[in-house]
Nanobody
């Protein structure tokens, strides 16, 4: 059973940085898997932030975070990261780690395509 546990959220001023971590377990060592970071702000729909094909390392980013956020992985630690720089108040949200079997395609940002989710971690950016 795939399990995902996020950490690293917190409060930061605009322009600051945070790094989120997602420790994974149960992901098979064979086959393709897509892992992503999503966020959900109060009153808004959950949206894709970044994703990666864990075998190839190819990455995908939402336009709103491209150039500021970096998704990466440490296979030895079974951990997915999201480095967030130049944070803005509009980045405030609960951030979730997610996973699904198969490659990340054009639909990588669709929450309904992912069937494994972490519990979420709050990120608050003040102006």
């Amino acid at each position: 059973q795939v399990q995902l546990v996020e950490s690293g959220g917190g409060s930061v001023q605009a322009g600051g940085s945070l790094r989120l971590s997602c420790v994974t377990s149960g992901i098979p060592t064979y086959g393709s898997y897509c892992m992503g970071w999503f966020r959900q702000a109060p009153g808004k729909e959950r949206e894709g932030v970044a994703a990666t094909n864990i075998r190839s390392g190819s990455t995908y980013y939402a336009a709103s975070v491209k150039g500021r956020f970096t998704i990466s992985q440490d296979n030895a630690k079974n951990t997915l990261y999201l480095q967030m720089n130049s944070l803005k108040p509009e980045d405030t949200a609960v951030y979730y780690c997610a996973a699904r079997a198969g490659l990340c395609y054009g639909s990588w940002s669709q929450p309904l395509d992912f069937n494994y989710w972490g519990q979420g971690t709050q990120v608050t950016v003040s102006s």
